[in-house]
């Protein structure tokens, strides 16, 4: 069939992408191990449903435990999925190479036949919206591990902006792409839609625009202009679902229409912004800090790009050093109709969290 051997070329040229991508480096403790497709259906047991962790659009993804040891999450990609393929060697290419503490680790890959699989290292503790957004799982999350999840988010972006061999954009920031380990350390997850920018590249102007609703710069929204600042506009609004354990879209109020967002920016206007804080917090948390996170979320949803602090800023803020820079208000964009969504293309969890609409391909208006 013409689909058919489409895809199994596209496999080919990812194949030979991924190999010349990640072997060609001077610095061999780089080189990304490929394991057998036995060896990976072993660990999982044969892909058993009891191992199964979690599926977005394009994959599955699976627990596995090796034989020597150790346990693994294996992404396994649909046996029909095209765009998954694209996605696929996007996401190894731009985390193959990458190494800090809050990116999760990528341990190898396997592509053997129509097999494609990432390996990760495994999440004990699933995403941050396992906890943030349930009713009873949220009273297991304290301040102190909010604010600490808060600012190794902030330090991963700091590094994918900044510090890392290839500056990367990540696209698809949410609580659901925040995986926690045993000791509920963030780790950013899910490359699939990232863009890798060039030493001297800025921003760049898209013809499609990919992420997640409720997280989507104005900017990158309306006119498909993507920068780091449309990062950390998703990070913003992060952090206020974090303070707030509410999420931006689909956020109700009884007294008003707001989103999220148009809330914490009116407490604060009317000078009572704790009064966003989520109540299964308790009193666990600590108003200095609380505060700090509030207006560091506040400043980086700033309707325009360049009003908002780059990610160094926003670690600097959070560590308390320097002045907290006046907030505007917050931007706002017409949310993309549902029937525009076309698909959940990114996982939603190596590891276990719900699924969400995912932009995949819409057209920059």
Not at 7 to 32: A, P, W, Y
Not at 138 to 158: E, K, M, Q, T
């Amino acid at each position: 069939m013409p689909g058919e051997r489409r895809r199994n070329h596209m496999i080919k040229k990812v194949k030979v992408s991924l190999t010349t991508f990640i072997n060609d480096d001077g610095n061999q403790d780089l080189e990304l191990p490929i394991f057998s497709l036995d060896k990976i259906a072993k660990a999982t047991g044969n892909f058993s449903i009891n191992n199964k962790l979690g599926e977005g659009g394009f994959s599955e993804v699976y627990k596995g435990v090796l034989e020597e040891g150790g346990e693994i999450a294996v992404k396994r990609l649909s046996k029909t999925s095209r765009q998954g393929l694209v996605e696929f060697k996007n996401e190894a290419m731009c985390i193959a190479k990458l190494q800090h503490r809050n990116l999760v680790k990528l341990v190898g890959y396997c592509a053997q036949g129509d097999e494609m699989m990432l390996i990760y290292e495994y999440m004990p503790n699933k995403s941050l919206d396992f906890f943030l957004f349930d009713e009873n799982n949220s009273l297991l999350l304290d301040w102190p591990h909010c604010y600490h999840i808060i600012n190794g988010v902030a330090r991963g972006f700091l590094y994918l902006h900044q510090d890392s061999s290839f500056r990367i954009i990540h696209r698809d920031l949410k609580a659901s792409n925040i995986l926690l380990d045993y000791n509920m350390n963030p780790k950013i997850s899910d490359f699939g839609l990232a863009r890798m920018f060039k030493e001297y590249e800025i921003e760049a102007n898209t013809s499609k625009v990919v992420g997640t609703l409720g997280y989507i710069s104005p900017e990158y929204a309306t006119n498909g202009k993507l920068s780091e600042k449309s990062d950390v506009f998703s990070f913003g609004v992060l952090v206020l679902e974090i303070v707030s354990g509410k999420k931006n879209r689909g956020f109700t109020h009884q007294g008003h229409k707001d989103n999220l967002l148009r809330h914490a920016w009116r407490l604060y206007k009317e000078d009572k912004p704790l009064a966003l804080v989520d109540a299964a917090l308790g009193d666990s948390w600590t108003a200095s800090e609380v505060l700090q996170a509030i207006h560091v979320g506040l400043s980086c949803v700033q309707h325009h790009a360049d009003d908002r602090p780059n990610m160094s800023s926003v670690v600097h803020m959070l560590g308390g050093e320097g002045a907290l820079p006046v907030p505007n208000q917050p931007g706002y964009y017409a949310e993309v109709p549902k029937h525009e969504v076309e698909s959940s293309s990114s996982m939603t969890q190596p590891l276990g969290s719900v699924n969400e609409f995912t932009v995949s391909q819409v057209d920059a208006r």
